[in-house]
């Protein structure tokens, strides 16, 4: 079996970006398929390569743990920051459908910075009522109606129409169309988690605002102000480093923090900000942003002296933020799989 045509799935994909990166006289053929490792051949030599889905530093390390062998080449729809270190550290080569590559293999030698991403379209069906009880879900709440509605706040006919479509995309499953047996469950946690993450990017609500804080210890700083907020009645809930440094400690250090707080414009930010004498100042240290969905304000809660966002808010935030983020997301989802 030689052409891309004839190689099903996995197969096809992975020679498609492959071909897309190589000089066009190499030759490359498929030489044996089975799920998402194939053995190809290029240029005389034979190599193994493997698809790692979305190439973030999760599903790159899953796949790399249930991967039948070590692979030579690693191929993903975008490889990230912290997906690529990994493999760097372990001397595999890598590429993305972007045209990013990495690969060093006897006398094939492939470096190329690839092309901007476009930006993110929503995926089909989300919506913030969807991604709203999609947080709730990974949160814990039970996927019925009158247990969203409750987590939520958002109406019986939002929230019934939210697990709708969230089971017509296969990330909810029941048992029986009506009767004891319909009430709904999450398929794959970590399928729901990977979808939620990449609608929540271009889900987020627009506009922020950095002001200047002089905190030595993030934690501490920002128990102290969030104390001056909640006595002036301002919802907030801290999300990225600092919240992981409490969830799931595992940065040394907490150089910048991020904060969700009830506003929606920037004026309001900077009203917030004005009451609690914080001044705006380019590259602050502390980010005040609107809520992304009204479950982040009202699942947040208190956790040593500071209001915490959901985890999986928090899990979203952190992988926004380079390859320790990355690494402080996934260590987070392991600490939150034990509890």
């Known amino acids: ?53 979305s190439g973030s530093l999760g599903p790159t390390r899953s796949a790399l743990e249930t991967s039948t062998r070590p692979p030579d080449v690693v191929v993903a729809r975008q490889m990230s920051p912290g997906a690529r270190e990994l493999l760097s550290g372990r001397g595999i080569g890598w590429v993305d459908e972007l045209g990013a590559a990495e690969i060093a293999l006897g006398t094939i030698v492939v470096s190329r910075t690839g092309r901007r991403p476009e930006p993110a379209k929503k995926p089909s069906g989300w919506t913030p009522a969807v991604l709203a009880v999609s947080e709730a879900l990974l949160h814990g709440t039970r996927a019925t109606v009158a ?5 939520t706040g958002l109406s019986s006919g939002s929230c019934a129409n939210a697990l ?25 946690t970590d399928g729901l988690l990977e979808a939620y993450a990449s609608a929540a990017v271009t889900l987020k609500p627009p506009g922020s605002l950095t002001v200047g804080v002089t905190w030595r ?22 999300t990225g480093a600092v919240a992981a440094a409490v969830l799931a400690p595992l940065l040394t250090t907490v150089s910048s923090t991020t904060v ?25 240290r502390l980010t005040l942003a609107p809520f992304p969905t009204v479950t982040t304000r009202l699942l947040a809660e208190p956790i040593a002296g500071i209001r915490l966002a959901p985890w999986p808010r928090v899990y979203v935030d952190l992988r926004a933020t380079g390859v320790r983020g990355e690494e402080a997301a996934e260590h987070l989802l392991e600490v939150m799989r034990g509890r």
């Open 1 to 53: 079996m030689t052409a891309a045509r004839n190689a099903p799935g996995h197969a096809r994909r992975i020679t498609a970006v492959l071909r897309s990166v190589l000089p066009p006289k190499v030759r490359l053929e498929v030489a044996k398929s089975h799920g998402p490792n194939i053995d190809l051949k290029i240029a005389g030599h034979r190599i193994g390569a493997l698809w790692a889905g």
């Open 147 to 151: 247990s969203m509605r409750e987590a």
């Open 164 to 188: 709708r479509v969230l089971t017509e995309l296969r990330l909810l499953e029941a048992d029986a169309q009506r009767g004891r047996a319909s009430a709904r469950r999450v398929v794959s």
């Open 217 to 238: 210890d993030h934690v501490a700083g920002l128990a102290e102000l969030g104390q001056r907020w909640t006595q002036l009645g301002i919802d907030w809930a801290a």
């Open 260 to 284: 969700y707080v009830d506003a929606r414009t920037s004026a309001e930010l900077e009203a917030i900000a004005a009451r609690a004498d914080l001044r705006p100042i380019e590259g602050g």
